[in-house]
């Protein structure tokens, strides 16, 4: 229940952000805009940038400039995602190791 109620939350780490006209939400920063603000990128950032690749960029599809209520629609969508796969894998492990004791 705890992980559905952040789900639905999560959608605060955009909105925030753009109220207070703080720039990017924690954590979503390329390393160009990390290098701007502090002027470098650190070095692990620049070497493990390019490891993973989002498979829905910037939590939408189709165009990338969306109004702020539907990226947090999507915001929310990919954490209860995350909540159903996370919660589906955990039921598969239960039943795969209770059959094997």
Request: proline share 11%.
């Given at each position: 229940m705890g992980l559905l109620i952040l789900a639905l939350l999560s959608p605060l780490g955009l909105i925030l952000p753009s109220m207070f006209k703080s720039g990017e939400p924690f954590g979503e920063s390329s390393g160009t805009e990390v290098k701007k603000e502090?002027?470098?990128?650190?070095?692990g950032m620049k070497r493990d940038e390019k490891a993973w690749n989002a498979p829905v960029k910037n939590y939408s599809i189709g165009e990338n400039e969306?109004?702020?209520?539907?990226?947090?629609?999507f915001y929310m969508g990919?954490?209860?995602?995350g909540v159903v796969i996370i919660g589906l894998g955990t039921i598969w492990l239960n039943k795969f190791y209770k059959n094997n004791d």
């Open positions: 502090l002027g470098f990128t650190p070095r969306r109004p702020l209520w539907e990226k947090s629609i990919s954490g209860l995602l």
